[in-house]
């Protein structure tokens, strides 16, 4: 059974500043249009992290899919990645990306080094935002998948697809084992 921190890590934003990348992000944290207080009031709540993890755990999602609809829905946020400052809400996204990442390790989780799809992003207009046309989320294209240092409670599709693959080669009753002995019953006219 999956036990989560049953309080949040909250991550000031001094702390956001010590980190090795969230540093790499001041331009953000000092844009007084950008909604950074926000991310991190939002962030900063043990709900909304238990349901980043059961993300990764139940719905073998990145765990921003978790939140993102809320995330979007909160207005300051909203309003902010809606407008045709793409420079500026591109890093406003990779900001949301580090703070998850400082999250999730704080609560014993680690990168994998690949992405999970949050959304299909629409056409490359200038005169608009970027955005989605399908998927989780209106703003966020992907996010950065997380595996437990502990190990994950469940295995993946995957991994019991190929033990079935394996099962079925190595065991004497699959397929072929079936078919050779329902031949042999017609041949000989009964079982032996």
């Given amino acids: ?4 921190t049953a309080s949040a890590e909250v991550i000031t934003r001094g702390a956001f500043l010590s980190d090795r990348h969230g540093k790499t992000f001041s ?3 000092n844009d007084p249009d950008a909604p950074f207080d926000e991310v ?7 709900d909304r992290q238990r349901r980043m993890e059961d993300s990764e755990i139940h719905h073998d999602r990145a765990p921003l899919a978790g939140v993102v609809r809320e995330l979007e829905s909160v207005p300051a946020i909203g309003q902010f990645l809606a407008t045709l400052h793409r420079r500026r809400t591109a890093r406003l996204r990779q900001a949301i990306g580090v703070l998850v990442r400082m999250i999730m390790e704080r609560r014993g989780w680690r990168t994998t080094g690949k992405k999970g799809s949050l959304g299909v992003r629409g056409s490359s207009d ?6 989605n046309t399908g998927g ?3 703003w966020f ?3 950065e998948r997380y595996r437990r240092e502990a190990g994950m409670p469940f295995r993946s599709v995957r991994e019991r697809c190929d033990e079935i693959d394996d ?6 009753n699959g397929p072929e084992a079936t078919n050779e002995s329902a031949s042999a019953i017609t041949r000989d ?3 032996s």
């Fill in 126 to 131: 200038s005169r608009t935002p970027y955005h």
């Fill in 40 to 46: 991190l009031e939002f962030f900063n709540d043990a």
């Fill in 27 to 29: 331009d953000v944290l």
């Fill in 141 to 143: 294209l992907r996010a």
């Fill in 136 to 138: 989780l989320a209106l």
């Fill in 189 to 191: 006219g009964a079982a």
């Fill in 167 to 172: 099962a079925d080669l190595t065991e004497p």
């Fill in 1 to 4: 059974m999956h036990k989560s």
